[in-house]
């Protein structure tokens, strides 16, 4: 049984099945990037993408995510230590206060972009619904989502 | 095409380990062989505490101790004002959040999986719930040493009210009730604790007061205050409550480590954040006003009852500021207000963004518009006619004629970006013949800067210069999430005349910097700022000395990496200049304190200049209302505020942004509800903020007028963007609908 996490194969055993993929992450793979808001799937602190669908990781369990790929904002980040653009754009448009909600929000701007690389800003306010963020009114990381569009499209 | 940014001008010190997920918040944080304590609450709301008994609970796997009050080392009791709050249930249980114990065991599941097996014995007791009941001289007291249920009253006194009643044409009475709120940071609380080798207790936390958890934790522990060290870590957002809950749950993450001699943590499920943490004041706000025909206000008789909980915290000084700006931004002859903090057995009640004020305009900006419409005055020119201007007197004597008062100004943008007038023709008022009801609404807000003369207010900065030139730099402000840090370093940067990229704020610790009060009452910028630039002046004085020592020139500018002399020609590179310090044996190290200029107050008449300098503010709103769902849609949000000088304009519209979307929830989603004082809501499943979808684009309008009395020039920004668009809604919601809501949160009945 495999879970493959930023690319990386990760065998599970028996005994993890029942165990939350958000604690799996951050407790056995220190992947603290995964933020626990809420830990009943209503705030989106804790996205990650599974098979690049944008998911709650305080709502699956491990023994749902065999056989699955995720990928958390670790793992979005190049490796040479610089940004995706989606990441730079958050930085450039101020849409980044306290922090908590922004690895969850990237994440499911990036899973927006990947299949809408053009979206509407409603688009963009509906693909963050589920994510909840109390700092920033929304409005500067809906610019971030559009700027990052606009610079990816460039590339 | 063009890059949406042309020139990017955000900036954080953070950025990059927010937004890559490196940033360590408290719960990413692991001590090896830490341990994991969780709070053991009761059914009580109130009740006389008989007896906790441990004992099936130490029975199960991975339970290391169960601790109660009787093993506090310290005091049982704190607070900020009065110390009446318990870091453990004691010999009462006062409120349905209170901890009567501490469970610690190796794992937090395991710490959670034996909760159940505590059992607490209590004597229940008939609680009070209601303020006014609470303040009838028959009710029992809830704190016996305070000696009344009355935690806390203001007063104002000015001028006449006979005469105001004499003089008045009209006259109208109201009665306004504002709900609970909780906070909603998105990070639960959490705190980290070890005992070091060199004995001195080492906390970190999701708080927002490192100076109060220290505070807080060292008189828990019945410790000196240099034998606790709080230390500064990115924080999940706060809005003013992460201060008493907060450094309480640091303080017994400390408690256990210090009994247990092993690192703890305690984190908060959302659960125990929301039936704990303290919320914003409910209030009652009863008004009598009358005002002559030429629309002039006479006088102002006002009464404000705010709920305060189980515990003081900071109400005195939320409803002090309340008290202060009783008459909304409107400048009132004869004023007469009582204002209460009471005690009852709720939730208690401290401080959150706008302290204070939002639930004092959401009753008056409604008020003004009520009584214009009497007087056949539109909402607009019965607010010029009353709204303070250069030179006017507030309702507390003060005269406003340090600062450029830019209420106006604030208004008239407003209304031009949102082209209100023509708007307003549009509004339903309820008119059966259209399927959906459109409203445009405007408030005002004026707001004192600061703590005033709520409490000491200074701040201290140190400036230290590297060998190799670059720069550390520190304040007493606490980075709570809003960017005070990347504040500072553009304030130093500008003062220094250096690029920003060479300075770097150093990590804040409790024992690096005196304590600088709290990061409350939107004085991050205008105090810690203010420190930093006179910290600068004294270091560019110290090299200034050494080149005219060493060289005998009188250098009179810095920027650009040099230092100038006079005629603008360059003396020496700041790099040359930080080396001549050091080989001259002179550190270019500088302390730095910002004193808020004076303010007064007479308790006993309500009288004083109340603070320093006062910020304007001005927002609109467009909506829609469904008449048959009685839902409401905001379509479109215009603010503009007064923040004297932008330091970093991008953050400062994001503080806006927030407040906004904050305050929506405020008007319109949120209601922190408690029924037999138990909080209801438990989870954002049922306790409803604004999502990305309930909000519409947004327009922040910044007003800079820089302030003399601030060294930076920059006010604050924080929480002014939170008091005015509930009544701005219900104005709007009022010319959609025809009728006038008096309650938070607005729901529609028809
Ligand atoms: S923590 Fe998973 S949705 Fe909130
Ligand atoms: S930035 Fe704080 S919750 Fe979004």
């Known amino acids: 049984m495999i879970i493959t996490v930023n690319n990386k194969e990760h065998q599970i055993s028996e005994n993890q099945l029942e165990t939350k993929l958000s604690l799996w992450l951050r407790d056995d ?103 909840l963020c109390r700092c920033t009114g929304y409005q500067q990381i809906i610019d971030a989502v559009m700027l990052g569009a606009q610079r990816m499209s460039k590339q | 095409m063009e890059d949406l940014l042309n020139t990017p001008t955000a900036f954080r010190n953070d950025a990059y380990a927010k937004v890559t997920g490196i940033a360590k918040y408290a719960d990413d944080i692991t001590i090896p062989g830490m341990l994991h304590a969780v709070p053991i609450y009761s059914d009580y709301v109130y009740a006389e505490l008989i007896a906790v008994d441990a ?28 110390q009446d709050y318990q870091v453990l249930a004691d010999k009462y249980i006062k409120t349905h959040g209170d901890v009567i114990a501490l469970l610690v065991a190796e794992t937090r599941v395991q710490a959670i999986a034996a909760i159940p097996f505590v059992r607490i014995e209590a004597r229940e007791l008939p609680a009070v719930l209601d303020p006014e009941v609470a303040m009838l001289p028959e009710t029992p007291l809830l704190h016996p040493a305070h000696g009344s249920n009355i935690c806390n009253e203001h007063c104002v006194r000015r001028g006449d009210i006979t005469l105001g009643e004499q003089a008045s044409d009209v006259v109208i009475e109201q009665t306004f009730k504002t709900q609970r709120i909780e906070h909603s940071y998105l990070e639960p609380e959490s705190g980290i604790a070890y005992l070091r080798p060199d004995g001195v207790m080492e906390v970190m936390g999701s708080m927002q007061h490192p100076f109060s958890t220290r505070r807080f934790t060292a008189n828990t522990l019945g410790l000196a205050l240099n034998d606790v060290e709080v230390k500064t870590i990115p924080m ?31 984190t908060y499920t959302r659960e125990w954040s929301m039936r704990e943490s303290y919320k914003r004041h409910p209030y009652t706000l009863q008004y009598r006003m009358g005002l002559s025909q030429d629309g002039i206000i006479r006088f102002a008789k006002s009464r404000f009852v705010a709920d305060g909980g189980a515990y003081c915290s900071v109400t005195p000084w939320v409803t002090w500021r309340s008290t202060v700006q009783c008459c909304g931004a409107y400048s009132v002859e004869n004023v007469h207000n009582d204002t209460y903090g009471v005690y009852t057995n709720n939730i208690f009640s401290g401080a959150m963004r706008g302290f204070g004020s939002p639930q004092v305009n959401f009753a008056i900006e409604q008020l003004i518009e009520m009584a214009g419409e009497k007087l056949g005055l539109d909402e607009l020119e019965i607010r010029r006619r009353n709204m303070v201007r250069q030179g006017s007197t507030t309702v507390t004597g003060q005269v406003l004629d340090t600062h450029v008062v830019s209420l106006q100004q604030a208004m008239d943008r407003v209304l031009a970006e949102i082209d209100y007038t023509n708007k307003r023709s549009q509004c339903s008022f309820g ?11 405007m408030a005002l807000s ?96 110290i090299l200034t000395t050494e080149i005219k020592t060493a060289k005998n020139i009188d250098v009179s500018s810095f920027r650009d990496s040099g230092l100038y002399d006079t005629n603008n020609e360059l003396v020496m590179s700041w790099n040359d200049a930080i080396k001549l310090c050091y080989s001259r044996q002179q550190y270019p190290y500088a302390f730095g304190v910002f004193q808020a ?46 923040v004297g000088k932008a330091i970093n304009p991008d953050m400062v519209k994001g503080q806006i942004y927030g407040g906004l979307a904050t305050a929506v929830g405020y008007a319109l989603l949120e209601d922190c509800k408690s029924e037999n004082g138990k909080i209801v809501p438990t989870n954002f499943h049922n306790y409803r903020i604004a999502r990305a979808t309930d909000l519409p684009e947004m327009t922040a309008i910044l007003i800079e007028n820089h302030d003399p009395q601030s060294p930076s020039g920059a006010k604050g920004v924080g929480e002014p963007t939170l008091e005015l668009l509930a009544p701005a809604i219900a104005n709007a919601v009022y010319r959609a609908t025809g009728k006038r809501f008096y309650t938070l949160p607005i729901r529609i009945e028809l």
């Open chain 1, 29 to 131: 793979l220190g992947l603290t990037g995964v933020k626990i808001g809420c830990d009943i799937g209503v705030c989106g602190t804790c996205t990650v993408l599974v098979d690049l669908a944008p998911l709650r990781s305080c709502k699956v369990l491990l023994k749902n995510a065999i056989g699955k790929s995720i990928l958390t904002i670790e793992g979005l980040t190049p490796a040479d230590g610089s940004l995706h653009p989606l990441q730079q754009a958050f930085i450039d448009a101020g849409a980044i206060q306290c922090g908590f909600c922004t690895p969850g929000m990237v994440l499911t701007a990036f899973a927006l972009l990947a299949i809408n690389p053009q979206p509407t800003r409603q688009q963009v306010r509906t693909a963050i619904k589920g994510n």
């Open chain 2, 55 to 82: 004992t099936e609970a130490l029975k199960q796997p991975g339970v290391i101790a169960v601790y109660t009050a009787r093993d506090v080392p310290g005091k049982v009791l704190f607070g900020q004002i009065i």
């Open chain 2, 236 to 266: 999940g957002g706060g809005f003013g409550g992460k201060d008493d809950t907060a450094a309480l749950v640091c303080a017994r993450a400390a408690l256990c480590a210090y009994l247990l001699k092993r690192p703890v943590k305690m």
């Open chain 2, 431 to 441: 008119d059966p013949a259209q399927d959906e009801w459109y409203g445009i609404g």
């Open chain 2, 446 to 541: 004026y707001r004192g800067m600061s703590l005033g003369a709520e409490g000491v207010d200074f701040n201290s900065a140190i400036i230290s210069v590297q060998p190799d030139g670059s720069v550390l730099i520190e304040t007493g402000i606490h980075e709570n999430g809003q960017g005070s840090e990347s504040a500072m370093i553009l304030i130093a940067a500008e003062h220094l005349g250096i690029p920003k990229e060479r300075i770097r704020y150093r990590m804040p610790s409790t024992s690096n910097i005196p304590d600088g009060g709290t990061t409350v009452a939107s004085r991050g910028t205008i105090l810690g700022g203010g420190a930093v630039v006179n910290a600068a002046k004294i270091l560019k004085n």
């Open chain 2, 597 to 642: 200029p004076k303010v007064s107050w007479d308790e006993h008449t309500g009288q004083g200049n109340a603070y320093f300098t006062w910020v304007y503010a001005c927002q609109a709103v467009e909506l829609k209302v469904n008449p048959k769902t009685r839902q409401v849609t905001v379509l479109n949000i215009v603010a503009a505020h007064e």
